[in-house]
């Protein structure tokens, strides 16, 4: 189901029902985006450098649609029940998110309406605006106080505000009339000042508003109360509803963070980072910091494209990007029975057209992560939801780490994988220099594969075994043919020694929930109130580049790359 601000308040509290019964969410997002030239990844970054370009991301780019789907096991059925949802959501004038047309014209290709996002997206604000936004309501009370009039000279004018006066009063006595609609088509700005201050310091408990037609028209409308106190309560009110009206989309977030669902998605780095820093609070410079804050707020989370990295699945799907996967784990195995939740639109689970609608990408990572589940879980994958399988142990809280050569997953719930890179050597080359120069000077070295840095830095990584001595030994022999100007070390020479994460010696994280307080739920008794809804089979080549343009070296005619394995 599409969601708009069209029709986002008749449909939120059908997400806050689909949320609650769920046992668990699939979650996907679009961007305008996916990283900057400065920013492109690294085989061999760390993981605090990896965090630190995808934060750099979050805080760039925008995230322009969301897509949830909420998966319920039905056991007298054996079958699973959804309720998916595609929000446009559209940042607040002045955010500044930059966009990148390679990233725009691929979701355009795919289908993506990008009118009905500029007319028509959910505004959406973070927790941390929202709970300074009411700290200011909190400090600044509803105080009414009644204009001073202006002076009336002019006969047009005085004849104006006499016919006006006799219509108020008109309305005043009326006890059947609530509002009063004073026609904006033939009014100057100096009648509405009158009206303004005037006709509002001569009558008690009432309110003069400026409020645009269906037409187009700035109509004047005065609405009468029974008392100050009530005239308060009806400003109050709406002070609340425009606040509201700005946290938008961000009430489906708080609701996802307050229930302590499993969190479900494919590829789930950006999605996260783009989560929190739009929608929660600016992500925290520290990679340690923002593994806790994840945790605190989602405690349970899965990535499909982990799962499918592992056998059984890599031995029959060696490409894990989601469409192709969706395919090939519904023809080559035997998923669960999916029915549609009531009101919801029908999905075909064999048709996969709608990829890249956040949605239905939401969906289908559902569907594959059910579909594995059931697949690890065997004879016995009916009689409880797939959320409780033993299976998961080994990925829960673990999201994959795509194009990193030695660190397959970000572990949000303990200490990352620490790689032995002392093997890998680091160069310093011409800009001249291609490919087969880095080969030539290897040339003992069989299998290598090559990660370009920049245009004169790479690393050379030898894919055989090879072990420490032997590479010392071989890095003599380079140095004594090193050409001017080329400089060649090993890996923990130029990053010093074993570099370790800050994780390192870390309890795990899930074992210190006071270190980093759950997000407060902010104006939850409003939300109540509201009647709104690479192949991962990497080919064996001798010579292998990082993804090498005509001149063998990374490509920067352009800042966006999908990547085939997304």
């Not at 949802?85 to 993506?112: H, M, Q």
């Not at 400090?139 to 505000?161: D, G, M, R």
């Not at 508003?209 to 187009?216: A, C, E, I």
Request: charged letters at 25%; aromatic letters at 10%.
């Amino acid at each position: 189901m599409e969601v708009t601000k069209t029709n986002f308040k008749a449909v939120l509290p059908n997400v806050v029902d689909a949320i609650d019964s769920c046992d668990f969410v699939a979650i996907d997002s679009e961007f305008t985006g996916l990283r900057t030239e400065h920013t492109n990844l690294n085989d061999l970054d760390t993981v605090e450098e990896r965090y630190s370009k995808l934060r750099h991301s979050a805080q760039n780019f925008g995230m322009i649609q969301f897509g949830l789907s909420a998966f319920r096991y039905v056991p007298t059925k054996k079958k699973y029940s959804h309720a998916t949802y595609c929000f446009y959501v559209l940042a607040k004038p002045g955010a500044g998110e930059i966009c990148d047309t390679g990233s725009l014209n691929f979701l355009a290709n795919n289908g993506f309406d990008f009118n009905k996002l500029y007319k028509e997206g959910i505004p959406y604000i973070s927790m941390k605006e929202e709970a300074e936004l009411r700290h200011k309501l909190k400090e600044n009370p509803v105080e009414v106080s009644k204009p001073t009039p202006v002076k009336v000279t002019e006969i047009a004018a005085k004849t104006f505000l006499k016919e006006t006066d006799k219509k108020v009063e008109n309305f005043m006595n009326d006890a059947t009339q609530q509002e009063l609609v004073i026609d904006g088509k033939t009014l100057t700005g100096f009648h509405r000042k009158i009206i303004y201050n005037n006709i509002a310091a001569k009558y008690e408990n009432i309110r003069v508003q400026s409020v645009l037609s269906d037409n187009g028209v700035r109509n004047l409308v005065i609405k009468k109360f029974q008392s100050q106190t009530a005239l308060k309560d009806h400003i109050e009110e709406e002070r609340q509803n425009i606040l509201d009206a700005k946290i938008g989309f961000t009430h489906v977030i708080r609701k996802l963070l307050e229930s302590n669902k499993p969190i479900v998605g494919h590829n789930l780095t950006l999605d996260l980072v783009h989560l929190f820093e739009k929608t929660v609070m600016p992500l925290p410079e520290k990679y340690e910091t923002f593994k806790k804050m994840v945790l605190a707020n989602f405690p349970t989370i899965y990535d499909t494209k982990l799962l499918a990295r592992d056998p059984p699945f890599s031995e029959d799907i060696p490409i894990t990007g989601l469409e192709i996967l969706f395919g090939d784990l519904c023809e080559k195995y035997n998923p669960p029975e999916f029915e549609i939740d009531a009101d919801h639109e029908s999905f075909d689970i064999s048709d996969s057209s709608k990829a890249h609608d956040a949605g239905y990408d939401a969906f289908m990572t559902g569907v594959c992560f059910a579909t594995m589940v059931k697949r690890l879980d065997g004879a016995t994958w009916a009689k409880n939801s797939v959320v409780k399988s033993k299976h998961l142990a080994g990925f829960s809280n673990r999201i994959n780490n795509m194009c990193s050569h030695d660190i397959p997953f970000l572990n949000l719930g303990g200490s990352d994988k620490q790689p032995d890179r002392s093997r890998i050597f680091f160069v310093e080359c011409l800009e001249s220099w291609g490919p087969s120069d880095v080969f030539g000077l290897f040339h003992m070295l069989k299998n290598v594969k090559l990660v370009w840095i920049n245009s004169t830095s790479l690393y050379v990584i030898p894919t055989d075994e090879i072990d420490l001595k032997t590479c010392k030994k071989h890095l003599k022999a380079i140095h004594a043919s090193c050409p001017p100007l080329v400089h060649v070390r090993m890996y923990n020479d130029t990053h010093g020694s074993k570099r370790k994460s800050e994780s390192d010696n870390s309890e795990p994280l899930s074992n210190n929930p006071k270190e980093f307080k759950r997000l407060k739920s902010v104006g939850s008794s409003q939300l109540s109130q509201l009647t709104l809804e690479s192949p991962s089979a990497e080919d064996s080549h001798k010579m292998i580049t990082d993804d090498a343009n005509a001149d063998g070296k990374t490509s920067s005619d352009g800042v966006f790359q999908v990547p085939e394995d997304w």
